[in-house]
């Protein structure tokens, strides 16, 4: 009795939209009033509010709102017309949120994170605000939808209906549009970014590209792997004495934000009292873990690179394996991102292996039991990747124990905006000091084999991240607008005493432009192996020896005249 009440109050005070078409056009509305804030942000950016360019900005949102009723209304169609109206005011709300929040964008790589995203991270994202959007201007406005959307009209009045309307929107949006079209040319030839933030139309292109990618995904998965690096051989010129190497992928840090690279914090206390070099210009090859990750253990590189091509091929850590080198993938991380699917792989996310959870599982618990894994292989060569917790956010507050909190007051909280700026430096500092203890606990651990192995440790972080420099937050920017906080990145490396890559000659090219596309001929090359596909690495290398052979002849030399 209440609902039909409630339900005859509500059709008499909204008595207009007795049709789908007049429903779905005023839910466009609404879904543009509340949910494309950002939007409207990133243009008065482009366009600072002013009396020459208020028409044009009016202009602009007209077109973005015609856009999206277009959209809309060729998507709500049929049976399920209130159920697809209904989900993209929920989606629209959850992508309002993250935007307005966060400062990201929802493109196809974004949602590849989101299906990527284990429990853990989804906790942390959960917030009273998100809630709170999602049920005024998602759940509800979706119940209104369901309850009482019009039943559709007979087809042929349907159809004219719907055609009526599209015409008209589409009229509107060519009278916008003819006035300006000199600033529509700038616009979208110079500022067409900005239309990422157009929600949910934006969101849609994008869900319809990451659906076409998953589905050439799961194609590749049945294809046969590829072989690379088919040729690869151990050099006769090699050091025989064996291997041992930990690479540990770093998660979310920043380059600026260690004191080995002129930070003006002491970020790196323990690295710094250590024979470490620190290169100066690394960039990323993506945004996110999702693509950084797989992308820097392929042969693909930055251009060549596609989820679909890495998964048809070896990486590197698979040429290694299928060479002789024992390779270990532990995790601290969501997983290995594919990379490593025919490797020895374990998770340290859970008390099951790691014996540091304060409940959060730390990355040092990774070197537990390594010493039992290197003694039981003998006389192979060994390659260990740490992946870590790192430093993701956005509560960089639980990735460090309570010991390592050296700057304060840090933001404890998800919602970074109710943060200042000093309370997330703070916390994420803390997090980087985390990761120096960390590193440095990897040195400790290599040091006693280097009587038996060539040793060494190489890091380097996934991504960088946005600490709301510009408005943003967090990582997963589209690459062509991802500032540099997101993609310069920290790359560390230690060698032993009698390693062919001494730390004297390392630093000498600190300052070499690097990126991931280097990681896969590097590694080839640590290990002696010789590839056509990395001959400059090779020649490099070789070049390197013979520096060393001379220096070391001079020094006998020098040794004999002096006695």
Same mark, same amino acid.
């Given at each position: 009795?209440? =609902?039909?009440?409630?339900?005859?109050?509500?059709?008499?005070? =909204?008595?207009?939209?007795?049709?789908?078409?007049?429903?779905?056009?005023?839910?466009?509305?609404?879904?543009?009033?509340?949910?494309?804030?950002?939007?409207?942000?990133?243009?008065?950016?482009?366009?600072?509010?002013?009396?020459?360019?208020?028409?044009?900005?009016?202009?602009?949102?007209?077109?973005?709102?015609?856009?999206?009723? %277009?959209?809309?209304? %060729?998507?709500?169609?049929?049976?399920?017309?209130?159920?697809?109206?209904?989900?993209?005011?929920?989606?629209?709300?959850?992508?309002?949120?993250?935007?307005? *929040?966060?400062?990201?964008?929802?493109?196809?790589?974004?949602?590849?994170?989101?299906? @990527?995203?284990?429990?853990?991270? =989804?906790?942390?994202?959960?917030?009273?605000?998100?809630?709170?959007?999602?049920?005024?201007?998602?759940?509800?406005?979706?119940?209104?939808?369901?309850?009482?959307?019009?039943?559709?009209?007979?087809? *042929?009045?349907?159809?004219?209906?719907?055609?009526?309307?599209?015409?008209?929107? *589409? /009229?509107?949006?060519?009278?916008?549009?003819?006035?300006?079209?000199?600033?529509?040319?700038?616009?979208?030839?110079? !500022?067409?970014?900005?239309?990422?933030?157009?929600?949910?139309?934006?969101?849609?292109?994008?869900?319809?590209?990451?659906?076409?990618?998953?589905?050439?995904?799961?194609?590749?998965?049945?294809?046969?792997?590829?072989?690379?690096?088919?040729?690869?051989?151990?050099?006769?010129?090699?050091? !025989?004495?064996?291997?041992?190497?930990?690479?540990?992928?770093?998660?979310?840090?920043?380059?600026?934000?260690?004191?080995?690279?002129?930070? @003006?914090?002491?970020?790196?206390?323990?690295?710094?009292?250590?024979?470490?070099?620190?290169?100066?210009?690394?960039?990323?090859?993506?945004?996110?873990?999702?693509?950084?990750?797989?992308?820097?253990?392929?042969? +693909?590189?930055?251009?060549?690179?596609?989820?679909?091509?890495?998964?048809?091929?070896?990486?590197? %850590?698979?040429? /290694?394996?299928?060479?002789?080198?024992?390779?270990?993938?532990?995790?601290?991380?969501?997983?290995?991102?594919?990379?490593?699917?025919?490797?020895?792989?374990?998770?340290?996310?859970?008390?099951?292996?790691?014996?540091?959870?304060?409940?959060?599982?730390?990355?040092?618990?990774?070197?537990?039991? /390594?010493?039992?894994?290197?003694?039981?292989?003998?006389?192979?060569?060994? +390659?260990?990747?740490? !992946?870590?917790?790192?430093?993701?956010?956005?509560?960089?507050?639980?990735?460090?124990?309570?010991?390592?909190?050296?700057?304060?007051?840090?933001?404890?909280?998800?919602?970074?905006?109710?943060?200042?700026?000093? @309370?997330?430096?703070?916390?994420?500092?803390?997090?980087?000091?985390?990761?120096?203890?960390?590193?440095?606990?990897?040195?400790?651990? /290599?040091?006693?084999?280097?009587?038996?192995?060539?040793?060494?440790?190489?890091?380097?972080?996934?991504?960088?991240?946005?600490?709301?420099?510009?408005?943003?937050?967090?990582?997963?920017?589209?690459?062509?607008?991802?500032?540099?906080?997101?993609?310069?990145?920290?790359?560390?490396?230690?060698?032993?005493?009698?390693?062919?890559?001494?730390?004297?000659?390392?630093?000498? !090219?600190?300052?070499?432009?690097?990126?991931?596309?280097?990681?896969?001929?590097?590694?080839?090359?640590?290990?002696?192996?010789?590839?056509?596909?990395?001959?400059?690495?090779?020649?490099?290398?070789?070049? =390197?020896?013979?520096?060393?052979?001379?220096?070391?002849?001079?020094?006998?030399?020098?040794?004999?005249? *002096?006695?």
């Amino acid at each position: 009795m209440f =609902l039909d009440n409630l339900k005859s109050n509500i059709t008499k005070y =909204l008595s207009f939209p007795r049709t789908q078409t007049a429903w779905i056009t005023l839910a466009s509305l609404f879904i543009m009033g509340t949910g494309n804030i950002s939007l409207c942000q990133n243009l008065l950016r482009t366009y600072p509010l002013s009396f020459n360019n208020l028409p044009f900005l009016v202009s602009l949102f007209i077109f973005f709102f015609v856009t999206l009723a %277009i959209v809309t209304q %060729i998507l709500c169609v049929g049976k399920s017309a209130k159920w697809v109206l209904a989900i993209l005011l929920i989606v629209s709300s959850l992508n309002a949120y993250f935007m307005d *929040s966060f400062g990201v964008v929802i493109d196809h790589t974004m949602m590849d994170n989101v299906a @990527q995203t284990d429990g853990r991270e =989804l906790q942390g994202l959960i917030s009273f605000e998100l809630i709170a959007r999602l049920i005024i201007l998602g759940l509800i406005p979706a119940f209104f939808v369901i309850r009482y959307f019009p039943e559709k009209l007979n087809l *042929s009045q349907e159809l004219k209906s719907r055609f009526k309307t599209i015409s008209t929107l *589409s /009229l509107t949006a060519v009278l916008v549009v003819i006035p300006f079209t000199a600033g529509y040319a700038s616009f979208i030839r110079e !500022h067409k970014i900005v239309r990422f933030y157009a929600n949910p139309t934006f969101s849609i292109y994008s869900a319809y590209k990451y659906i076409n990618q998953e589905a050439k995904v799961f194609e590749a998965r049945n294809v046969p792997l590829k072989s690379i690096a088919a040729d690869a051989f151990r050099s006769s010129e090699s050091n !025989h004495k064996r291997k041992l190497m930990i690479v540990v992928v770093g998660e979310t840090a920043r380059y600026d934000r260690f004191s080995l690279n002129g930070y @003006q914090r002491l970020t790196n206390p323990n690295l710094q009292a250590t024979n470490v070099v620190s290169f100066s210009n690394v960039s990323s090859c993506g945004t996110s873990t999702s693509v950084s990750v797989p992308c820097m253990f392929s042969s +693909l590189g930055q251009r060549g690179y596609d989820k679909e091509s890495a998964l048809q091929q070896e990486n590197v %850590i698979d040429v /290694l394996a299928r060479n002789g080198v024992d390779v270990l993938w532990r995790d601290n991380n969501s997983d290995s991102k594919g990379v490593a699917l025919r490797v020895e792989y374990q998770n340290f996310q859970s008390t099951n292996l790691n014996p540091i959870c304060d409940p959060e599982c730390r990355d040092v618990g990774m070197l537990e039991g /390594l010493d039992k894994h290197i003694q039981s292989k003998g006389e192979k060569d060994i +390659l260990i990747v740490l !992946h870590q917790m790192g430093n993701h956010g956005p509560e960089y507050f639980r990735r460090y124990p309570a010991a390592f909190e050296k700057f304060s007051p840090v933001c404890k909280s998800n919602e970074l905006k109710d943060c200042t700026k000093q @309370q997330i430096d703070n916390a994420y500092d803390n997090a980087i000091l985390y990761t120096d203890y960390f590193l440095s606990k990897v040195i400790k651990f /290599l040091k006693p084999y280097e009587e038996n192995y060539d040793v060494g440790m190489i890091y380097i972080a996934d991504h960088g991240e946005s600490l709301g420099e510009y408005g943003m937050y967090l990582h997963a920017a589209p690459v062509v607008i991802a500032p540099k906080e997101q993609t310069k990145i920290p790359l560390i490396v230690w060698t032993g005493n009698s390693s062919a890559f001494p730390e004297s000659h390392l630093r000498q !090219h600190k300052n070499l432009a690097l990126s991931h596309d280097d990681v896969f001929c590097s590694l080839l090359v640590v290990y002696d192996f010789n590839s056509k596909m990395c001959k400059p690495y090779i020649e490099a290398a070789r070049h =390197l020896q013979n520096s060393l052979d001379h220096d070391a002849v001079t020094a006998v030399e020098d040794k004999d005249l *002096s006695s």
